[in-house]
């Protein structure tokens, strides 16, 4: 009797764990993984520029951050490849590996003109968006293209700065000096372009080799005139400084850094003491704006890299969100088309102002014109006066 319930037991056991495997549901297969959204970066990690590279990739990934790395549910992976400053077979190489073998979406970079114009006609081709950290040549820019000068072109950037030396600094006279190669050139003519489209005249305009370390001849050749405007590289700008200061011309003559935040750093300052008071330059950032979303955007600087941010950072930003917010805008979707049109359409407030594109795309975005001063017991650029959302190629 005992032997027969047991079996009886383990029969209805048996049936019910049957039934039950019947009526269960089948275990939901594994949500699948969406394809991330692939963005190269062309940096000067090396070379002559290697000092920019990292402030770039900071201000990339700070934007990243923002969106915890992901846009409409897919992930964001970020490519950066070296182009070495100035190689132009280089730059072109790591585009092909970006396009070729990395399969990008997006673009971000290079720096120099010259790597720019060794790898557009491909990025063109292969209708690859591609999003500009810097100012460039007009040449990259053209209507149904696939390059975006979010910071404008060369020349056109500085004329608001001819500009506010006529009308804030009221000066009407002024000897000009810049580095010897395209962008000393173009920097330095679109300065003076504004300056006489106010009524200032322009008695000397003077080149000098990148590298020179001995600027006294060129001081020393300085005509009679209100200002001296320049356009030097950080090293240039240092010497000419110290030429020009050594020299006593302060005594007679004010100074303009064209792009005064990048070639002049706050932190270079403090040697020349209260001699640099005065001397007005131009910028499209400053960390210095007074605005709620630039002091988050200092913050969150402080906390990753322990410093205040620069021009390049900010750039980097805005390179970065521009992408991002496109790709909100096309619900994820790379696309090509879908994106080309929608950074064309984007209208955004970024921590250097607001930014939207011309439909050739170049950008439009104010400019400041900046001023040394004392601040806290601290030298440093202050905003003096802004030219709101210029249309750089105007």
């Known amino acids: 009797m005992g032997h027969k319930l047991v079996t009886l037991v383990l029969a209805l056991t048996v049936i019910v764990s049957l039934v039950f495997a019947g009526c269960a549901k089948p275990a939901p297969a594994p949500a699948p993984s969406l394809k991330p959204i692939k963005i190269g970066a062309l940096l000067s990690m090396t070379g002559p520029f290697a000092q920019y590279g990292p402030h770039f990739r900071d201000g990339i990934e700070l934007a990243l951050d923002e969106e915890g790395w992901k846009i409409a549910g897919r992930p964001i992976q970020l490519i950066i490849e070296d182009d070495k400053s100035f190689d132009t077979a280089v730059g072109l190489d790591k585009t092909r590996k970006m396009v070729e073998s990395d399969k990008i979406d997006i673009m971000i970079g290079p720096l120099h003109s010259g790597v720019r114009l060794g790898m557009e006609p491909y990025i063109e081709e292969k209708k690859i968006p591609n999003i500009a950290l810097s100012r460039h040549l007009e040449e990259a820019a ?107 011309y302060e005594k007679r003559m004010k100074v303009i850094i064209v792009i005064s935040e990048e070639n002049f750093e706050e932190v270079n300052m403090p040697p020349y003491g209260d001699k640099i008071i005065g001397i007005t330059g131009s910028a499209d950032y400053t960390w210095r704006i007074d605005t709620p979303i630039n002091k988050k955007f200092v913050e969150a600087t402080e906390e990753k890299t322990g410093g205040k941010p620069i021009p390049h950072t900010s750039r980097g930003y805005d390179a970065a969100r521009t992408a991002i917010e496109a790709l909100k805008v096309t619900g994820g979707d790379t696309t090509p088309e879908k994106v080309r049109q929608a950074i064309l359409g984007l209208k955004l407030d970024l921590p250097c102002g607001p930014l939207s594109f011309t439909p050739d795309g170049i950008g439009i975005r104010n400019i400041y014109i900046v001023e040394i001063r004392k601040i806290d017991g601290k030298y440093g650029w202050e905003i003096v006066k802004t030219y709101p959302e210029f249309s750089i190629r105007t």
């Open 142 to 248: 053209k209507v149904g293209g696939w390059v975006f000068l979010q910071a404008g072109t060369l020349q056109k950037f500085s004329r608001p700065m001819g500009w506010g030396a006529y009308e804030y600094s009221g000066f009407r006279t002024a000897n000009s000096i810049a580095s010897d190669f395209v962008a000393g050139h173009k920097y330095i003519a679109g300065a003076i372009d504004g300056f006489k489209e106010k009524g200032g005249k322009v008695v000397l305009e003077q080149l000098a080799p990148l590298g020179t370390e001995d600027f006294a001849p060129y001081v020393l050749a300085l005509k009679d005139a209100d200002v001296v405007m320049t356009w030097l590289t950080g090293l240039d700008t240092h010497s000419f400084l110290t030429a020009f200061f050594d020299l006593g």
